[in-house]
């Protein structure tokens, strides 16, 4: 199979177009017309993960977190982004991007960490449209009542966490309302407050957001970008592995540690 043939079942699930703006997704660096014997998913197509895709002579690495984001102006061994794309091309492996698109489908990131930790179906939270289908950012739900604490052990179980950082309610209240935003999704909190939600889950949440947050008793849930979105790995193995034999999973380590 080639690489175009394997964009295209791809593209058909999380069309390009469902991207936002400012995202660069797609195959970023090789041939469309190259064949594929075997594809690793990997969050971030780090150093590590292209050593270990040449160890495994994998053909194609597909990143959730794109590679290029911006515009550049040189290729050399002077930046680690130009020793990466040099070591790629080097070793013949091709690099697909995807990212917004895959948050945004219906069937995508954003619903699907919802459903994993137990949540349901939930309404698209900024909705959007492409050819009659509904897609965006966020996840809101309606959950049965549950208390603001249990609520943050019942996420640390499922994601295997040993710590979440929290802007807490002013008292344990009742939480039958919430939003979802995997990622870094903090700016998303007054839409969710505004469509009803009394917390808002993801990652990479700034002091200003959540003071801003806590003083309109809106409550936040951090569980770290690379821990929401790692599970992502699960969407797109589902998706390739009756097209592809050879599927390997990359899944690295956090950013952060807790020391």
Known sequence: MMIKEIIKVIEEKFPKKMSEEWDN????IGDLNNPVKKIMLTLDCTMDAIDKAIEEKVDLIIAHHPL????IKTI???TILGKKIIKLIENKIAVYGLHTNLDSSPEGLNSYIGEYLG?????????KELNGIAYGIGRFYKINSIEFE??????KNKLNLSHVSVVAPKENKKITKL??????????WRMAKKMGAEVLITGDVKY????DAKEEDMSIVDIGHYEGEIIYTDILENLLKNIC???IIFKGQPVFKNI
């Not at 949540?119 to 909705?127: D, H, N």
């Not at 249990?150 to 996420?155: F, Y």
């Open 245 to 247: 034999e050879n599927i």
């Open 76 to 78: 050399n061994t002077g």
């Open 179 to 188: 939003a979802i935003v995997n990622g870094s999704g903090a700016n998303y």
């Open 119 to 127: 949540f349901g179906s939930g309404r698209i939270l900024e909705e």
């Open 150 to 155: 249990e609520l943050i052990k019942g996420i």
């Open 25 to 28: 997704v797609g195959l970023l």
């Open 208 to 211: 200003h957001e959540a003071l």
């Open 68 to 71: 290029i984001f911006s515009s």
